[in-house]
Nanobody, 127 residues
Framework: QVQLAESGGGVVQAGGSLRLSCANS????????MGWFRQAPGEDRDFVAA????????YYTDSVKGRFTISRDNAKNSLYLQMNSLNSEDTAGYYC????????????????????WGQGTQVTVSS
């Protein structure tokens, strides 16, 4: 089974940086596609970034391109999101997700494509 837990959120000033982590403490067979989503207060949960199981493919929503970097360390069963040049519109709860499929080089940006989710970590950008 998969057990995901996010960490690294907090309060930062506009223009600052944060690095989010997502640890999988459960058991999996091989590696799987993973992604980050975020949900601002009173709004829907939106796609942020995705990475393939073999880490050869990444994909980002337009609003974070050039500012955010998704990466993974499969030896540590961990997913990361490096966030730079943060602004107030980045304020949200951030969630990591995992899709259990067999396509090592595939990425997914639709919420319903993912099977497992973490509990979320809050990012607040002050201005």
């Amino acid at each position: 089974q998969v057990q995901l837990a996010e960490s690294g959120g907090g309060v930062v000033q506009a223009g600052g940086s944060l690095r989010l982590s997502c640890a999988n403490s459960g058991r999996t067979v091989g590696t799987y596609a993973m992604g980050w989503f975020r949900q601002a207060p009173g709004e829907d949960r939106d796609f942020v970034a995705a990475i393939s199981g073999d880490a050869t493919v990444t994909y980002y929503t337009d609003s974070v391109k050039g500012r955010f970097t998704i990466s993974r360390d499969n030896a540590k069963n961990s997913l990361y999101l490096q966030m730079n040049s943060l602004n107030s519109e980045d304020t949200a709860g951030y969630y990591c997700a995992l899709r259990t499929d067999i396509c090592a080089g595939c990425v997914y940006s639709v919420e319903t494509d993912y099977n497992y989710w973490g509990q979320g970590t809050q990012v607040t950008v002050s201005s």
